[in-house]
């Protein structure tokens, strides 16, 4: 069981919005804005598409967008297009002996 | 460019240990400000964080594993190793190297999990 909990798809069309959510505790999501997310096509490594809750590192579409409420984490992509199908993975700091905790990863299908 | 590259033997016996090498090129893996992992996937599954070296030298494991691995660097070579020893089959996965970026909390450098640039991945199968 993964210590931050995501939905385990989430489905949408092209050109439409969806939000994957992820959800911790006080001991990271709640209180600390270091939660990163990661895009991961079959067979490929994972890619960094938003860290510190908010930020898109450098060359990420501005379609990918994050934020955060409470102990709940959401990553939102608008303008689907086909080649968002992927899975989706967010991880936190955690002031836990664990250090570094994931979520259990969102596959999201473009219908 | 910064890119990192694991290396290591693809089938691993249970009960012995498992080393990889991930190579970094691009950039000095001890001058920079960064961190340095292991992370691995298990078919199907989810990302699991395994331990991490800062450019300082410091480690840092993940507890569920900490009796079992060890993470040493060769500046020389530009490279950091893991070994995990007495493997089982739940230890079968894809493991990857990354580099991740530091995290101030109190004015005290922490491990983030933001891990901006990752090697390929090596599939690494324990069977006997």
């Known amino acids: 069981q993964s210590a931050l909990t995501q939905p385990a798809s989430v489905s949408g069309s092209p050109g439409q919005s969806i939000t994957i959510s992820c959800t911790g505790t006080?001991?990271?999501?709640?209180?600390?804005?270091?939660v990163s997310w990661f895009q991961q096509h079959p067979g490929k490594a994972p890619k960094l598409i938003i860290f510190?809750?908010?930020n898109r590192p450098s060359g990420v579409s501005n379609r990918f967008s994050g934020s955060k409420s409470g102990n709940t984490a959401s990553l939102t992509i608008s303008g689907l297009q086909a080649e968002d199908e992927a899975d989706y993975f967010c991880?936190?700091?955690?002031?836990?002996?664990?250090?570094?905790?994931f979520g259990g990863g969102t596959k999201l299908t473009v219908l | 460019q910064l890119q990192l590259q694991e290396s290591g033997p693809g089938l691993v016996k249970p009960s012995e240990t498992l080393s990889l090498t991930c190579t970094v090129s691009?950039?000095?893996?001890?001058?920079?400000?960064?961190?340095w992992g292991w992370i691995r996937q298990p078919p199907g599954k989810g990302l699991e964080w395994i331990e991490s070296?800062?450019?300082?030298?410091?480690?840092y494991y993940n507890p569920s594993l900490k009796s079992r691995v060890t993470i040493s660097v060769d500046t020389s070579k530009n490279q950091f190793s893991l070994k995990l020893s007495s493997v089982t089959a739940a230890d079968t996965a894809v493991y990857y190297c990354?580099?991740?970026?530091?995290?101030?909390?109190?004015?005290?450098?922490?491990?983030?999990?933001?891990?901006?640039?990752w090697g390929q991945g090596t599939m690494v199968t324990v069977s006997s």
């Open positions: 990354a580099r991740h970026l530091p995290i101030t909390i109190f004015g005290v450098v922490r491990m983030g999990t933001a891990f901006d640039i």
């Open positions: 991880s936190s700091y955690t002031s836990s002996v664990t250090l570094g905790v």
């Open positions: 006080s001991s990271d999501v709640g209180n600390y804005n270091f």
């Open positions: 070296v800062y450019y300082t030298a410091t480690t």
């Open positions: 691009g950039g000095s893996i001890s001058s920079s400000r960064y961190f």
């Open positions: 510190d809750v908010s």
